[in-house]
T-cell receptor, first 115, second 114 residues
Framework: AQKVTQAQTEISVVEKEDVTLDCVYE???????LFWYKQPPSGELVFLIR??????QNEISGRYSWNFQKSTSSFNFTITASQVVDSAVYFC????????????FGKGTSLLVTP | ETGVTQTPRHLVMGMTNKKSLKCEQH?????MYWYKQSAKKPLELMFV???????ENNSVPSRFSPECPNSSHLFLHLHTLQPEDSALYLC?????????????FGSGTRLTVV
C-alpha cells in the first residue's frame, strides 16, 4: 500500500497565483517525520522542510507554507505568489520510527509555473 | 555545490557492459544511500550503508552491486543490466543513522540501457 499519496500528478499555474500541493500519508507509528523535497530539472532533490509528528504548528518560510493536520493525515504545501523558478517536481516523504526512519516518498507533483 | 557529488551525470550502456556509478559526499555524514527514480514511480530505496557497512538491501537484483570503501564514497557497480533498469540513480547521505533530519541528495546519474 502506498504510504504517501500525492494525488496531483501535474499542476500548471500562471505566475503570481497561489498553489497548494497535497500530501496524504498513512502510518500506525506515533513517532514519524514528514518532509517536502523539491526536484528542479537539474535532478538533485532539495530539502525544503521536516516536521515531526508531535509538532502540528504550521510553518511559513517566505512564500512557502506548510499545513500539517494529523486529524486528516495530511501535510499540504502552499506556494504563495508563485514564480517561474518554482517549476519543479515536489515530493512529500514520510519516515517512521518503526521502519528505521527510512524515507518513503510519494510519486511527486510536477508544478509548472508559466509567465 | 550540494555536498553530494555524483559521476557521471549521464551514462549509456549496453546490456553486456560493466560500468560503475560514483558518489562522494563532503558533509562528514556516515550514512549513504542509493535510490532509483523511474518515470511515474516513487523513489525506490535500493541500498543503505552505515559506517561503511551495508544495513539494507531492498530486494535489489544482483546485477546491481554496491561498494562503500569509506564513509565518503559510495559506488554502484552495474553489469548485464536490462532496459527496464534505465532510470535516474540518486545518491544521498545523512548524519549517522539518524535519518530524522532527512537526507542530502546528489544530482543523480541518468542511466540509459540499450
Amino acid at each position: 500500500a502506498q504510504k504517501v499519496t500525492q494525488a496531483q500528478t501535474e499542476i500548471s499555474v500562471v505566475e503570481k497565483e497561489d498553489v497548494t500541493l497535497d500530501c496524504v500519508y498513512e502510518t500506525r507509528d506515533t513517532t514519524y517525520y514528514l518532509f517536502w523535497y523539491k526536484q528542479p530539472p537539474s535532478g538533485e532533490l532539495v530539502f525544503l522542510i521536516r516536521r515531526n509528528s508531535f509538532d502540528e504548528q504550521n510553518e511559513i518560510s517566505g512564500r512557502y507554507s506548510w499545513n500539517f493536520q494529523k486529524s486528516t493525515s495530511s501535510f499540504n504545501f502552499t506556494i504563495t505568489a508563485s514564480q517561474v523558478v518554482d517549476s519543479a517536481v515536489y515530493f512529500c516523504a514520510l519516515s517512521e520510527a518503526g521502519r528505521g526512519y527510512a524515507l518513503n516518498f510519494g510519486k511527486g507533483t510536477s508544478l509548472l509555473v508559466t509567465p | 555545490e550540494t555536498g553530494v557529488t555524483q559521476t557521471p551525470r549521464h551514462l549509456v550502456m549496453g546490456m553486456t557492459n560493466k560500468k560503475s556509478l560514483k558518489c562522494e559526499q563532503h558533509l562528514g555524514h556516515n550514512a549513504m544511500y542509493w535510490y532509483k527514480q523511474s518515470a511515474k514511480k516513487p523513489l525506490e530505496l535500493m541500498f543503505v550503508y552505515n559506517f561503511k557497512e551495508q544495513t539494507e538491501n531492498n530486494s535489489v537484483p544482483s546485477r546491481f552491486s554496491p561498494e562503500c570503501p569509506n564513509s565518503s564514497h559510495l559506488f554502484l557497480h552495474l553489469h548485464t543490466l536490462q532496459p527496464e533498469d534505465s532510470a535516474l540513480y540518486l545518491c544521498a547521505s545523512s548524519q549517522g543513522s539518524d535519518r530524522t533530519h532527512g537526507y542530502t541528495f546528489g544530482s543523480g546519474t541518468r542511466l540509459t540501457v540499450v
